[in-house]
């Protein structure tokens, strides 16, 4: 299974867009119906500035549902460590970097270690450490294991060696 989908996510990720989208679609719906209402009591609609902005609100809260369901209905559910076959390769006793892994490596050329966890592209958050397996840096750590160093090629074109350190 490849685990470079844009619509794969952990089960943890897949439960918070559903959060989220139940969110939008009860209380969020509910609190923009409201602000248009109110808004249209005020009066003449051409030069109700409130009522612009309310409806702007609906159509970008809308819009964000239908993003949301279609990740989710897309969704290719993959638990940490689940991507078959992808260990295999790193031989007996070794752990490689899967779907999942936290990964610690460093630049081979000098710099400070840098540490992920490897999530689906609409998990991923760099403030918290959460880098998506389409990344060209998560790309070229798959299936590496602690002491092997890989090469990124950057979309730039450029290429960078880096150390995996260690994979949890």
Do not use: C
Not at 121 to 148: Q, R
């Amino acid at each position: 299974m490849s685990v470079t989908s844009d619509y794969t996510i952990s089960p943890e990720g897949l439960a918070e867009l559903e959060r989220e989208l139940a969110e939008l679609e009860g209380p969020g719906r509910l609190e923009i119906a409201a602000r248009i209402k109110t808004a249209r009591e005020w009066g003449d609609l051409k030069e109700n500035g409130e009522y612009h902005a309310a409806k702007e609100a609906q159509s970008h809260m809308e819009t964000r549902v239908l993003k949301l369901r279609d990740r989710i209905i897309n969704a290719v559910v993959v638990a940490p460590g689940e991507a078959a076959g992808e260990s295999a390769s790193a031989g007996a006793g070794a752990k490689a970097v899967v779907f999942g892994s936290k990964v610690t490596y460093s630049p081979v050329a000098g710099g400070p270690d840098q540490t992920f966890t490897l999530v689906g592209s609409t998990e991923a958050d760099a403030k918290l450490k959460l880098l998506s397996v389409a990344s060209p840096v998560a790309k070229a750590l798959m299936g590496a294991t602690a002491g092997d160093v890989v090469t990124v090629r950057l979309p730039s074109g450029d290429r960078r060696e880096l150390r995996v350190v260690t994979v949890a």
